[in-house]
């Protein structure tokens, strides 16, 4: 069974400051891994994943995610943040042994101060 | 490409009744789509998976005959919450692929129905 534990719950920044969203996932066989933003009472939008090949992934709005295997790790980072990066975060893993069903950590909530 | 949408976007309904929100691929055939549910400031938690065509996979703990899945075709598939109760009131979202297994597709989301249950 796979797992995702993303480590902060919520993460206050000011803007123009960089962040970074951690995510440490458990699985048994070869993973895929993903972040998806989602704004207040929206669905998600896919930010970034990582299938195979480079393990440093770059993603929209200037957030890239890099993976580490034998950390098992895969955090999210952006070097400046926007007032409308505010939002909630959540990191993904999807394993074939899983029907490439999603695997979705608890969420961090990123709140971007002026 | 790859536009996934749900209708209705918000629906309040009686406690008692049944109500059916529908989600669709707008742009690309889904051979499989997925239906999940997400409480207030908290993660997806996948209810189910539907293949076109075959009876949909329930998760450990979702009545499937409370949650009524039904994927006739590679565009559509609608989730009726039947008998609603005030604890039925979630955020309903779907997702849709391409196919499932063998060869990955990632999901692609839709916007999401607020379920209400007066």
């Known amino acids: 069974a796979q797992s995702v534990t993303q480590l902060d719950s919520q993460v206050p920044v000011f803007e123009e400051a960089p962040v970074e969203l951690r995510c440490n996932y458990s699985?048994?066989?070869?993973?895929?891994l993903f972040w998806y933003v989602q704004y207040p009472n929206q669905g998600l939008q896919l930010l970034l994943k990582?299938?195979?090949?480079?393990?440093l992934v770059k993603g929209i709005n200037g957030f890239e995610a890099e993976f580490n295997k034998s950390q098992t790790s895969f955090h999210l980072r952006k070097p400046s943040v926007h007032i409308s990066d505010t939002a909630e975060y959540f990191c993904a893993v999807s394993d074939k042994a899983a029907g490439n069903k999603l695997t979705f950590g608890g969420g961090t909530r990123v709140l971007v101060k002026p | 490409g790859a536009v996934v949408s749900q209708h209705p976007s918000r629906v309040i309904c009686k406690s008692g009744t049944s109500v059916k929100i529908e989600c669709r691929s707008l742009d690309f055939q889904a051979t499989t789509m997925f239906w999940y549910r997400q409480f207030p400031k908290q993660s997806l938690m996948l209810m189910a998976t539907?293949?076109?065509?075959?009876?949909?996979?329930?998760e450990q703990g979702v009545e499937k005959d409370k949650f009524l899945i039904n994927h006739a075709s590679l565009t559509l598939s609608t989730l009726t919450v039947t008998s609603a109760h005030p604890e039925d009131s979630s955020f309903y979202i779907c997702?849709?692929?391409?196919?499932?297994?063998?060869?990955?597709?990632?999901?692609?989301f839709g916007p999401g129905t607020r379920l209400t249950v007066t």
């Open positions: 990582y299938l195979s090949g480079s393990t």
């Open positions: 699985s048994s066989v070869s993973v895929y």
């Open positions: 539907s293949n076109e065509g075959s009876k949909a996979t329930y």
């Open positions: 997702s849709a692929s391409r196919t499932s297994g063998g060869r990955f597709y990632e999901q692609y």
